[in-house]
């Protein structure tokens, strides 16, 4: 059993549903849905006993304290954050409240657990925590791409959480000798993506007959990874990752935002044309810069590569081509998406454990699984 935190998000329900595809481990999926946290990504899930979903806060100690004692997890896996830029900027509290404090309280309660383990237990334990390229901060267009040993220096306040929330993670195994993990990954694009980010927005926009927003000159850089590579590596880390280590994970596809952008209208343009015959692109608009946008992000993955074995097995190419017909083909979790409607999914209730999700046990009834 694995507990995962913030598996309906985008990158965790991505995890969770490809790691139950793949081995017959169970996992305790607990993700507190806040607007980004969709149970219907999770749908196919309805009825798989292997799936126990529990809505609640890693901030929440006794919460942890019962799911911990209950299931025994031989390794939780941290997604769960804030992680949009442009909201940080607007309202950095719940950005500090999530990712500073809650990752500490998640840190505490897990090393409580931990250290009553049984020796065996205790020493095959692992906490993998997810995070972010950005904490690196800017690059110059020929600076070398981030390393792991790159210092610190976040440009926004969800970065500065997120490499708070790093720090925390690493003294928390040199302190008490929490056995961690990190990962600290490129931006990611695929299936399931909440459409406030720039492929599924530019995606939407699109058949929307709506702009397709550039902030500045649309010249800002990032290295793209496909969600289902990101989710092979954390598993490759899991399984034989150093203790205390932290790994990039990175596509190794470094694209300007506006070629992405003119991409993505090219296979629409192909897949999708526009009743009128014109090409997406014409619904490019550019727009003011946001405060503090990073130039360039770029990650440097060999260690990855070198020391497990890991690469990305899509290239920009074939993931992005991919991601379009995704959305093309799933437009009833889109248009509940957009219109807000996923989350009558999820009920009034917004405090205790529910399992709220179609086909899932209740969560406080489900006996232990190792």
């Known amino acids: 059993m694995i507990l995962v935190t913030g598996g309906a998000g985008f990158i965790g329900a991505n995890f969770v549903l490809d790691w139950l595809a793949q081995c017959d481990e169970p996992i305790v999926n607990l993700d507190k849905l806040t607007y980004a946290g969709n149970l219907q990504t999770l749908a196919s899930l309805k009825g798989d006993t292997r799936h126990v979903f529990v809505r609640g806060d890693i901030g929440d100690r006794e919460l942890l304290a019962r799911l911990l004692a209950e299931h025994r997890p031989r390794a939780l896996i941290n997604f769960a954050a804030e992680s949009h830029i442009d909201r940080s900027i607007h309202g950095p509290g ?37 995070s972010t390229d950005e904490v690196y901060g800017s690059l110059g267009t020929d600076d070398a791409p981030f390393s792991e040993t790159h210092r610190y220096e976040p440009n926004s306040p969800y970065s500065a959480s997120k490499a708070a929330s790093d720090h925390l993670v690493r003294a928390w195994h040199h302190t008490y000798g929490l056995p961690v993990l990190t990962t600290n990954c490129s931006n990611n694009y695929g299936p399931y993506h909440f459409p406030e980010k720039l492929i599924p927005l530019v995606i939407l926009n699109a058949l929307a007959g709506k702009e397709l927003p550039i902030y500045g000159d649309g010249m800002q850089v990032r ?3 496909y ?34 952008v003119r991409t993505l209208c090219a296979i629409l343009d192909e ?24 130039r360039r992000y770029a990650i440097d993955a060999r260690k990855l590569e070198q020391e497990l074995g890991w690469k990305p097995a899509e290239t920009f190419e074939t993931g992005i081509r991919k991601t379009v017909e995704w959305y093309l083909a799933n ?19 917004t405090a205790e454990p529910a399992c709220k999700l179609p086909g899932t046990r209740p969560c406080r009834r489900v006996p232990a699984r190792h």
Do not use: M
Request: hydrophobic content about 40%; aromatic content about 12%.
């Open 94 to 130: 719940d950005f500090i409240h999530t990712n500073v404090v809650g990752t500490f309280n998640l840190l505490e309660s897990v090393r409580g657990y931990w250290s009553a383990l049984p020796a065996a237990e205790k020493t095959a334990f692992r906490f993998l925590h997810v």
């Open 223 to 225: 290295d793209w990874l």
């Open 227 to 260: 969600v289902k590579d990101h989710c092979s590596a954390i598993c490759r880390v899991l399984a034989a990752g150093r203790l205390g280590e932290t790994y990039n994970v990175g596509g190794w596809n470094e694209k300007p935002n506006i070629e992405v």
């Open 271 to 294: 897949l999708s044309p526009r009743a009128d015959g014109a090409s997406y692109a014409t619904q490019i608009s550019f727009v003011t810069d946001r405060p503090g946008h990073d």
């Open 331 to 349: 437009q009833p979790w889109v248009e509940n998406v957009s219109s807000g409607a996923y989350r009558d999914w999820v009920g009034s209730s």
